[in-house]
């Protein structure tokens, strides 16, 4: 993983560059908060973001906006998921995300703005030496999660009494292309889904519209669910 102030700087060389030039490692940041609140991870000097999930009846199923700074840390994050009616709204505040709307401390931070603790449930992020969160644990509870050599996340196992619920991605060979990808999920080895997605990138190898395929094996027959993502972004 390069160094924030060599990613900054190839940021900025790459913007007057073509689509021919090498694509920036995702950071530790952007890895690990995709990977906590589910959206896709990009890269870059994204300024600000809104991913949007869309379902077969052209329904919004939940949308990601949030924030970067320069440093890439997520200055406001929010997530809404309309199918389930739930919602959060995070603002950064020294080490601590605070909720938006009552200012409650919900998320302890590490390092720059990397995530620490979660208090309310009792969990506690790891971070390897390069910043990546490579463990989560609580009381009852353990996440270990993997990722390719630019940051890439390749999911996750968890563990929770006799319950282990494992997620194994696969990306694309072409390193402009991350975000084609293919899951699994196993609970206890036994098949629980798929998923499948293929995107339209723009020229800082970002998605701008991906057709995902999820495929829930926990029923039978499988049923299949398709959704269109769309990606709004805006650079430094």
Request: net charge negative; hydrophobic share 35%; charged share 25%.
């Given at each position: 993983?390069?160094?924030?102030?060599?990613?900054?700087?190839?940021a900025?060389?790459?913007?007057?560059c073509?689509?021919?030039?090498?694509?920036?490692?995702?950071?530790?940041?952007?890895?690990?908060?995709?990977?906590?609140?589910d959206?896709?991870?990009?890269?870059?000097?994204?300024?600000?973001?809104?991913?949007?999930?869309?379902?077969?009846?052209?329904?919004?199923?939940?949308?990601?906006?949030?924030?970067?700074?320069?440093?890439?840390?997520?200055?406001?994050?929010?997530?809404?998921?309309?199918?389930?009616?739930?919602?959060?709204?995070?603002?950064?505040?020294?080490?601590?995300?605070?909720?938006?709307?009552?200012q409650?401390?919900?998320?302890?931070?590490?390092?720059?703005?990397?995530?620490a603790?979660l208090?309310?449930?009792?969990?506690?992020w790891?971070?390897?030496?390069?910043?990546?969160?490579?463990?989560?644990?609580?009381?009852?509870?353990?996440?270990?999660y993997?990722?390719?050599?630019d940051?890439?996340?390749?999911?996750?196992?968890?563990?929770?009494?006799?319950?282990?619920?494992?997620?194994?991605?696969?990306?694309?060979?072409?390193?402009?292309?991350?975000?084609?990808?293919?899951?699994?999920?196993?609970?206890?080895?036994?098949?629980?889904?798929?998923?499948?997605q293929?995107?339209?990138?723009?020229?800082?190898?970002?998605?701008?519209?991906?057709?995902l395929?999820?495929?829930?094996?926990?029923?039978k027959?499988?049923?299949e669910?398709?959704?269109t993502?769309?990606?709004?972004?805006?650079?430094?």
């Amino acid at each position: 993983m390069k160094k924030l102030a060599v990613t900054i700087a190839l940021a900025a060389l790459l913007a007057g560059c073509d689509n021919s030039s090498a694509p920036l490692s995702i950071t530790p940041e952007m890895a690990s908060f995709s990977n906590e609140f589910d959206f896709d991870p990009l890269r870059g000097p994204v300024k600000d973001f809104t991913q949007t999930l869309i379902n077969e009846k052209g329904e919004v199923s939940k949308r990601v906006t949030g924030t970067v700074s320069t440093e890439g840390c997520f200055d406001t994050l929010e997530l809404h998921d309309l199918e389930a009616n739930t919602g959060m709204a995070l603002v950064l505040d020294a080490n601590f995300y605070r909720d938006a709307e009552t200012q409650q401390q919900k998320i302890k931070l590490q390092g720059k703005c990397q995530l620490a603790e979660l208090p309310a449930a009792g969990v506690s992020w790891d971070t390897d030496d390069q910043g990546f969160i490579v463990r989560a644990h609580g009381k009852e509870m353990e996440v270990k999660y993997r990722y390719d050599a630019d940051g890439y996340p390749l999911g996750k196992t968890t563990v929770s009494g006799d319950q282990q619920l494992s997620i194994a991605a696969t990306p694309s060979k072409d390193k402009r292309k991350k975000l084609d990808y293919s899951a699994v999920s196993l609970l206890n080895d036994k098949p629980l889904g798929s998923v499948k997605q293929s995107c339209e990138y723009d020229r800082h190898h970002n998605p701008v519209s991906c057709e995902l395929v999820i495929q829930d094996k926990s029923v039978k027959p499988a049923v299949e669910h398709r959704y269109t993502i769309k990606n709004s972004i805006d650079y430094y």
